[in-house]
């Protein structure tokens, strides 16, 4: 794997930087071997972060270099607007010049900068933006593939954004596999950084083919692989404004045999711009009723985003919710195989 240092400097706790929690906790195509981020200088990553690898936590990419070998510099965070945060851009500039190739998986595609494009050419070093749409001529229109497609789909959707959906799919997809052939289908940068081999940057891609090409690449996984299983990220969640179209190309592409539903009991508002228009949260009986309606798909299990509860309290929640909606849920973390289990009794 290539070794790589990830950038979030000030957002490492936050969850702006949910593609750097993502690969701390998994990944199949780079070595993480630190992080950029001058609030959290000299800690390690699992000071900061719950269930991650831990990993030396640096000033700026000088400091890092000092201390460990990297070819790459990940931007590790996927703001509001996927727009490149001001205090990055010296730490970015200082990584092309160390010679580190850039990736990032924000909408300010890095490539199209002309300051940025110049200094990688003057340095030789490579700019990727990993949530560019695929050009036209590869992008494919609905065909209704699912009725070729022989697996059971599952896809994992939430009552919100940066919920945990694609953190418990991963979790499960390593319990399944186990006992089951199994594919897993990104839909954001996050996903197709930590190396799955089917998946698109559906918030990237032209509107008239977010179904089709999702729906494509879910085929192939059938087509290269037969598995039983293959699980479909959501994005962000049915019922919020700024999220629907994303929710529903999931749906409309996966057709789900089930959906596997993340929630977080101790969310008030939504996550996106919480502090400014503080959109409430919906009722997980709301948002199971609303991908009912638009898929036909039930909803076989809860995952319960843990986060400002303990363990007590997680507990109660999930007793709460197995009672009155007569499903299982968990924490999907530390439970991963109650989820599996659902989705297991499919076949």
Same mark, same amino acid.
């Given at each position: 794997?290539?070794?790589?240092?990830?950038?979030?400097?000030?957002?490492?706790?936050?969850?702006? @930087?949910?593609?750097?929690?993502?690969?701390?906790? *998994?990944?199949?195509?780079? !070595? =993480?071997?630190?992080?950029?981020?001058?609030?959290?200088?000299?800690?390690?990553?699992?000071?900061?972060?719950?269930?991650?690898?831990?990993?030396?936590?640096? /000033?700026?990419?000088?400091? /890092?270099?000092?201390?460990?070998?990297?070819?790459?510099?990940?931007?590790?965070? @996927?703001?509001?607007?996927?727009?490149?945060?001001?205090?990055?851009?010296?730490?970015?500039?200082? @990584?092309?010049?160390?010679?580190?190739?850039?990736? +990032?998986?924000?909408?300010?595609?890095?490539?199209?900068?002309? !300051?940025?494009?110049?200094?990688?050419?003057?340095?030789?070093?490579?700019?990727?933006?990993?949530?560019?749409? $695929?050009?036209?001529?590869?992008?494919?229109?609905?065909?209704?593939?699912?009725?070729?497609?022989?697996?059971?789909?599952?896809?994992?959707?939430?009552?919100?954004?940066?919920?945990?959906?694609?953190?418990?799919?991963? /979790?499960?997809?390593?319990?399944?596999? &186990?006992?089951? &052939?199994?594919?897993?289908?990104?839909?954001?940068?996050?996903? %197709?950084?930590?190396?799955?081999?089917?998946?698109?940057? %559906?918030?990237?891609?032209? $509107?008239?083919?977010?179904?089709?090409?999702?729906?494509?690449? =879910?085929?192939?996984?059938?087509?290269?692989?037969?598995?039983?299983?293959?699980?479909?990220?959501?994005?962000?969640?049915?019922?919020?404004? /700024?999220?629907?179209?994303?929710?529903? @190309?999931?749906?409309?592409?996966?057709?789900?045999?089930?959906?596997?539903?993340?929630? +977080?009991? +101790?969310?008030?508002?939504?996550? *996106?711009?919480?502090?400014?228009?503080?959109?409430?949260?919906?009722?997980? #009986?709301?948002?199971?009723?609303?991908?009912?309606?638009?898929?036909?798909?039930?909803?076989?299990?809860?995952?319960?985003? $843990?986060? &400002?509860?303990?363990?007590?309290?997680?507990?109660?929640?999930?007793?709460?919710? #197995?009672? #009155?909606?007569?499903?299982?849920?968990?924490?999907? %973390?530390?439970? $991963?195989?109650?989820?599996?289990?659902?989705?297991?009794?499919?076949?």
């Amino acid at each position: 794997m290539k070794r790589a240092f990830i950038l979030t400097d000030g957002y490492l706790d936050r969850s702006t @930087a949910k593609t750097s929690h993502g690969l701390l906790r *998994y990944s199949k195509r780079y !070595e =993480i071997v630190g992080v950029i981020d001058s609030k959290f200088a000299g800690l390690s990553t699992d000071d900061v972060l719950p269930h991650c690898h831990s990993v030396p936590v640096f /000033a700026d990419v000088r400091e /890092a270099l000092g201390y460990a070998d990297a070819n790459i510099l990940i931007v590790g965070v @996927a703001t509001v607007g996927g727009f490149l945060p001001q205090n990055f851009r010296a730490h970015v500039i200082t @990584a092309m010049e160390s010679g580190l190739d850039i990736i +990032s998986g924000l909408h300010h595609y890095l490539s199209n900068d002309d !300051e940025l494009s110049a200094l990688a050419r003057k340095h030789g070093v490579t700019l990727t933006d990993i949530r560019k749409s $695929p050009p036209l001529d590869k992008l494919h229109y609905f065909a209704n593939r699912k009725a070729r497609i022989g697996a059971k789909t599952v896809a994992f959707m939430g009552t919100d954004s940066s919920i945990g959906k694609r953190t418990i799919l991963i /979790a499960v997809h390593e319990v399944l596999r &186990k006992n089951f &052939k199994v594919e897993w289908v990104a839909t954001g940068q996050t996903g %197709l950084l930590q190396g799955t081999e089917y998946g698109l940057p %559906l918030d990237s891609t032209i $509107p008239d083919y977010m179904v089709g090409e999702l729906e494509y690449q =879910i085929w192939r996984a059938w087509e290269e692989n037969e598995p039983d299983f293959i699980l479909v990220e959501g994005q962000g969640s049915i019922s919020h404004p /700024a999220y629907v179209c994303g929710s529903r @190309a999931v749906l409309a592409a996966s057709q789900p045999d089930a959906v596997v539903l993340q929630h +977080s009991p +101790s969310r008030i508002y939504r996550h *996106y711009r919480e502090d400014e228009i503080r959109w409430p949260m919906p009722s997980v #009986e709301r948002e199971m009723k609303m991908i009912e309606m638009f898929s036909g798909s039930p909803t076989i299990a809860l995952g319960i985003n $843990p986060e &400002k509860m303990g363990d007590h309290e997680v507990a109660g929640w999930v007793e709460h919710y #197995e009672r #009155e909606l007569g499903i299982p849920a968990a924490d999907g %973390l530390k439970e $991963p195989g109650k989820l599996a289990d659902a989705i297991g009794c499919l076949l």
